[in-house]
């Protein structure tokens, strides 16, 4: 019997169609975030940073580059992937839609630093020989090409200050000692119970089967990065903060 | 066309005796080592194969001989059948291939065209079809049964066995028994209501469905409060086991709805999360176990039970060994339902601990909420839908486990017809990597014997063989053999894409060969030629 109301509630509800999208208000965003909560928080979280499911909070979405992508992408699917598609109406899937575009936004704010100036602090600190921006610079740490997209200025202010207080995934530390007693630490690449894969400070990549190794060892959570608590003035600070915040990649 | 065809005798009959897979061979599976003849390998779901040829001793010398790459895309979970010089494959999400074994080659393909408003959670896989007389059988994900001809796979006949419209699926693989096709669902995450259901192999009508939620006046029933049980989930997406002495068949069954919010559904929630004992010939039920009364945390029992005849207590008993996602090994007496045994064999934190009666003791910590709960194992499991092992050479119970945890926040959840209906939303732990193992348990204890510690937590099953051998996979690739009594590493191979499905061993043309689906190839491997 419940199956008959089922279909009935079903067939009130008309193919979403991307065209007829409602004005995004306040409201809209709310209602949109609702039903994220209800039909795709437990896969991408309540945050949209991801889990079984994508990381949203970022600046761009691979298979979502414009709102009617991420349209049909809520209402279809992504064939293939652990995405489904939804049974949500037009309204409700671009309410979705609206809320979606919220995440991953830093929201911008006035800050006291100078960013041309923390250009010149992020040269002369040598970060580049680690980081890359905009395709210039080290592969040891991670791509600074959009982080002021990605995070805010308190984020990128501590994670100066204080840089093994968040270690971003997949920057694993690996020491390793070979069977003829060479030492090697780096960025783990890639691991599996028979071999690893990782890239040293001068980014020279190694490659063995464990059986090839007298000792290795995982630093879980350490990092590589000095803190720049005693190496920087607030002056120097407060514009390395400004100039990172600055960096939103190509939009 | 979704009509049911009607019955062609004619054909049933024209089938050359050759092309016939009884049940008696079925049953008898264990004496033909060469096949694969059920999901399982045997319906006792021990999948030991007892081909030696491949061993300790040659396993460093193994290599691939053909592959065969399917059309879909999301993960390649299915286990093949292989008998009379064929390999029945199901190509996911609701295809399938019979490939020729000396060659890979395909021999018939059918493929199936789905609705366009298809929406179902939790990925467009299949993970096998079941084979009996001269037909093969696919549960599609739309919720539709199909048998096809086992010659040229043509469809016999196609029937309906839910609505896909209200988020049910299928995706394991049937049981034939007996002239019965055995079918379970998925759909929990949608707030469904769970059956078993068995069809009449020759002309696809129903014989029987088991609600695995008890309607008003059953028993059980006063398990659920309000009209909770119309939407209490209790899926049975994994294929079961069945004991030819008993006449029954074992399922655990899932998760009850929603998910993660429990007072919306007081009471123990029967049978979510159970073990079920059902007759083969009736449907009815004929005794329960409930692993996770009222369970919040997702923790289908929905895994592969497996069925032992061993001393037990003093005297010989008939055992069913099950490796639950919830973390804890059991043992029950599978003639009775009697519960034997409980014991931890991973990290957990859901339950303070298993009363005499092996009923779990709540740990009110673990029910999310607004600030967020930790707790072990996260939703996915110690252990899943993948295969277990039992060796009765090494005398062991091969699991692969996951040792991770999650977070997880309450929502809302309001029953809407083909929506999710979950509860909660969920965070990783910060700071924690997650890792797996092949852990090696003693059958009649739970305790650990040994552990091969793997990088990813695995979604892939497990086969052991009389060679001496354990054959597993993981998320980075690499099937790998392990001797099977002291878990050291012999053999390894990379396949080159993420391993989410059970290996099975058979011989052609005289020689043993291993098989596994391995990103979206299905990868055959054998010694190099004497």
Known sequence: ????????????????????????????????????????????????????????????????????????????????????????????????????????????????????????????????????????????????????????????????????????????????????????????????????????????????FKNELAELA?????????????????????????????????? | MRTVLPVLLAVVFAASPSAQLTYERIREAAREPGSWLTYHGTYDGKRFSALDEISRANVQQLRPVWMYQVQGRHHFEATPLVFDGVMYLSDPPSDVVALDVKTGRPLWTYRRSLPEDLRACCGDVNRGVAALGDQIFIATIDAHLVALDMRTGRVRWDVEVADYKTGHSLTAAPLAVKGKVIVGMAGAEYGVRGFLDAYDAASGKRAWRLWTVPGPGEPGHETWSGDSWQHGGATTWVTGAYDPDTNLTYWGTGNPGPDYIGDVRAGDNLYSDSLLAVDVDTGALRWHFQFTPHDVNDIDATEIPILLDADFGGRPRKLLLFANRNGFYYILDRVTGEYLHGKAFARQNWTKGLDAKGRPIPNPDTVPSAQGALVYPDDDGVTNWFSPSYSPQAKTFYQNVREKGGIYYRNDAVYQPGRMYLGASKRAVRGEEPWGALRALDPLTGDVKWDFRVTTPPWCGLLSTAGGLVFSGTMEGMFFALDAESGKPLWQFQTGGAIWSNPISYQAGGRQFVAIAAGSALMVFGLAAP
């Open chain 1, 1 to 208: 019997m419940w199956t008959a109301l089922w279909l009935l509630a079903l067939q009130t509800t008309a193919p979403p169609a991307p065209a007829a999208r409602p004005p995004v208000t306040a409201q809209e965003v709310a209602r949109g975030r609702a039903l994220f909560e209800a039909q795709c928080a437990y896969c991408h979280g309540a945050g949209g940073d991801g889990g079984r499911g994508a990381n949203l909070a970022r600046p761009a979405l691979r298979h979502a580059p414009t709102d009617e992508a991420l349209f049909r992408v809520v209402n279809r699917g992504i064939p293939g992937t652990g995405m489904p598609g939804n049974s949500m109406s037009a309204r409700e899937t671009w309410q979705v839609v609206a809320f979606v575009r919220t995440l991953g936004r830093v929201a911008r704010q006035p800050l006291p630093g100078d960013a041309a100036s923390g250009a010149r602090v992020y040269q002369a600190n040598g970060c580049a020989s680690c980081h890359t921006i905009q395709g210039r610079g080290g592969a040891f740490g991670p791509d600074l090409t959009d982080v002021g997209a990605r995070s805010g200025p308190a984020f990128i202010r501590e994670s100066l200050l204080d840089p093994g207080a968040d270690v971003p995934a997949g920057f694993m530390q690996v020491r390793a000692v070979t069977r003829e007693g060479q030492r090697l630490t780096g960025v783990r690449v890639n691991e599996d119970p028979f071999s690893i894969q990782f890239r040293d400070a001068k980014s020279v990549l190694h490659s063995f």
């Open chain 1, 218 to 251: 995982k630093d879980e959570g350490k990092t590589p990065m000095p803190g720049y608590r005693d190496r920087l003035d607030a002056t120097a600070l407060d514009d390395l903060v400004a100039y990172l915040v600055s960096l939103e990649g190509s939009r």
